[in-house]
């Protein structure tokens, strides 16, 4: 018996279902342009103070 089989014996494992997902693969050309566009819109940021900083994030799921 394996050191992980040994340690894992008195704990139950539950079951496992295989998935699949599939992401939306919509790209911006020009995603500055979309910013600004945003920001423009009413609301976009008047939250946002003179001398603040913003942060933009982005992630990549590829």
Do not use: C, H, W
């Not at 920001?39 to 994030?57: F, H, R, T």
């Amino acid at each position: 018996m394996s050191v992980l089989n040994k340690v894992l014996q008195d704990i139950p494992i539950p079951q496992v279902v295989r998935i699949r997902q599939k992401f939306d693969e919509t790209k911006l050309e020009r995603p500055e342009e979309v910013l600004i566009q945003e920001l423009k819109k009413p609301g976009a940021i008047d939250q946002i103070k003179p001398g603040q900083q913003v942060a933009v994030a982005v992630g990549d799921r590829g």
